[in-house]
């Protein structure tokens, strides 16, 4: 069932260069001209990848790129990696920044929005720039970086705040950077006592997976317990590739869990979502949370309503494994936190509950 990544244009390429994520890097399709050598682009995606890259640069792997179905104008891999006019368009209701989170910064690059815990942005490279990232505003812009400097002062305020417990390595991409840099992170959080768990959010298992080498993988064993968030939007991401690069990290004793942006025309359906997460199950993933897309300028073509995503967990509920469900969340505007929107199966009424269960029958509890 685990498919091998077919090369297409790449295909003399040999398995050392392939294998190296440092390749993928140097040969990422960055510009309209060297997608165009690859792809045969539609009018509007030649129209965006012109005008969109002022606001945010576009950069796909080659392996990422590969996945792309160029005989599909609606592959879902496409649609996230390759811009559309639709990213110029602006609803009256979204801000560059809606979740406020250049003011949630007590120091440059760290969001302390929480009371327990603290989301660092290590840097501002990704492997691919997903279309429909919510940081757009700073993420593949070199100068919203905090270097090592603004890390190493982000590290003191951590130390100094014992109510931290959890901290969370963010960006753009934390694996862009260096094995040794992401292990003097590391080290450096691990060393401070109350901070109790660490999580790295990369996309790099779903857009570059040879990122993830013997030698991180054995080197983050130092750092457990890590928690790695990654980000599958689609059942095609799910390769043999990306799946043994979540192996190698679960075999480090890394948690893996899935964040997945609910998307318009490529996730937005239980039968997607349900094939998705028992493959994440198979790949040692599990699901923990389904983004509402946040109201961020630029990705309104991405955007459904809530009621989509409430129902995608009706459908899940009792259908599947209780482990394939995540939870549905909204991201509150103005900086007002996550929240989950469970599924709506519950009444009160003044003495009784009434629940309906996963076949729709009722049920009634009393308080
Ligand atoms: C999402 C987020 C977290 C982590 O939230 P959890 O619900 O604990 O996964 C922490 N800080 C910020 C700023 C976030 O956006």
Redesign the pocket.
């Known amino acids: 069932m685990w498919q091998s990544l077919a090369r297409g244009y790449w295909s003399n390429i040999k398995d050392s260069d392939w294998y190296n994520w440092k390749w993928h890097l140097q040969n990422s399709l960055k510009d309209y001209q060297s997608l165009k050598k690859i792809f045969p682009l539609s009018l509007d995606e030649k129209q965006a990848c012109k005008n969109t890259i002022a606001y945010f640069r576009m950069s796909i792997t080659p392996y990422y790129a590969c996945l792309i179905n160029f005989k599909d104008d609606n592959c879902p891999i496409r649609k996230q990696a390759i811009p559309s006019t639709a990213e110029l368009k602006n609803f009256y209701y979204e801000t560059i920044d809606p979740?406020l989170?250049d003011s949630?910064m007590p120091i440059p690059g760290l969001?302390h929005?929480?009371p327990d815990?603290?989301?660092i942005y290590t840097n501002h490279m990704c492997s691919v720039y997903c279309r429909h990232c919510t940081r757009r505003r700073n993420v593949s812009k070199p100068e919203t970086s905090p270097g090592y400097n603004g890390l190493t002062a982000i590290i003191s305020y951590i130390k100094t705040h014992t109510e931290l417990r959890?901290v969370?390595l963010s960006g753009g991409d934390p694996l862009s950077l260096g094995d040794n840099y992401i292990l003097d992170i590391l080290s450096k959080l691990r060393a401070i006592p109350h901070v109790e768990i660490i999580r790295i959010g990369t996309r790099y298992p779903v857009t570059l997976p040879y990122r993830i080498t013997e030698g991180l993988a054995n080197q983050l064993k130092n750092y457990n317990p890590l928690y790695i968030q990654v980000h599958f939007n689609h059942p095609m991401e799910c390769t043999k590739d990306a799946l043994l690069a979540c192996e190698k990290l679960a075999d480090a004793g890394c948690v893996l869990v899935n964040q997945m942006v609910l998307l318009k025309g490529i996730n937005d359906s239980a039968d997607i979502v349900k094939v998705l997460n028992q493959k994440l199950l198979q790949m040692r993933v599990q699901p923990?949370?389904i983004y509402h897309c946040d109201a961020v300028v630029g990705v309104g073509h991405f955007r459904t309503s809530i009621r989509v995503g409430m129902d995608i967990i009706n459908s899940l509920e009792g259908w599947t494994s209780g482990l394939a469900i995540p939870h549905y969340?909204v991201?509150l505007p103005n900086g007002g936190g996550?929240v989950r929107l469970s599924s709506d199966r519950i009444e009160e009424t003044p003495s009784t509950f009434l629940i309906r269960n996963y076949q729709g029958k009722q049920f009634v509890l009393n308080k």
């Open positions: 979740l989170e949630s969001i929005r929480y815990r603290v989301l959890d969370i923990y949370y969340v991201d996550k």
